[in-house]
C-alpha cells in the first residue's frame, strides 16, 4: 500500500525552529521527485522546495535562507528542516512524491505547523 505520512508539526514562538518528516512505503521512493508544499487558511496551495532524484534543490523565496529540504532514499525518508519561523509561516504542510515521467504522484495527508507572534 502506498503511503505517505509527515510528522513533526506543531506549536512554535516566532524564531523558533522545527524539522519535518516524510515517511514512504510502498513505492520506489528513490525514482520519485520529493517536494514540501503548504497551505493556509484561505489561500492555494504554494510549493515550498523541491529536491530531485540527484539531490537538487529549488525553493519558494519566501523560504530562502531559512529552510532546507532533504532526503535519506536508504531511509525512504523527506527532511524539511525550517529555522527562524515566521507567523506567515503557519500552514498544513504537505509532502509530495512525484515520478519522473509525471503520470504518477502521491499526497500524505499533513501536518500543521502554528507558528506564534
Known amino acids: 500500500q502506498v503511503q505517505l505520512v509527515e510528522s513533526g508539526g506543531g506549536l512554535v514562538q516566532a524564531g523558533g525552529s522545527l524539522r519535518l518528516s516524510c515517511a514512504a512505503s510502498?513505492?520506489?521512493?528513490?525514482?520519485?521527485?520529493m517536494a514540501w508544499y503548504r497551505q493556509a487558511p484561505g489561500k492555494e496551495r504554494e510549493l515550498v522546495a523541491r529536491i530531485t532524484l540527484g539531490g537538487s534543490t529549488d525553493y519558494a523565496d519566501f523560504v530562502k535562507g531559512r529552510f532546507t529540504i532533504s532526503r535519506d532514499n536508504a531511509k525512504k525518508m523527506g527532511y524539511l528542516q525550517m529555522i527562524s519561523l515566521k507567523p506567515e509561516d503557519t500552514a498544513v504542510y504537505y509532502c509530495?512524491?512525484?515520478?519522473?515521467?509525471?503520470?504518477?504522484?502521491?499526497w500524505g495527508q499533513g501536518t500543521q505547523v502554528t507558528v506564534s507572534s
Open positions: 510502498g513505492f520506489t521512493f528513490s525514482s520519485y521527485v
Open positions: 509530495n512524491a512525484r515520478l519522473v515521467t509525471g503520470f504518477t504522484e502521491y
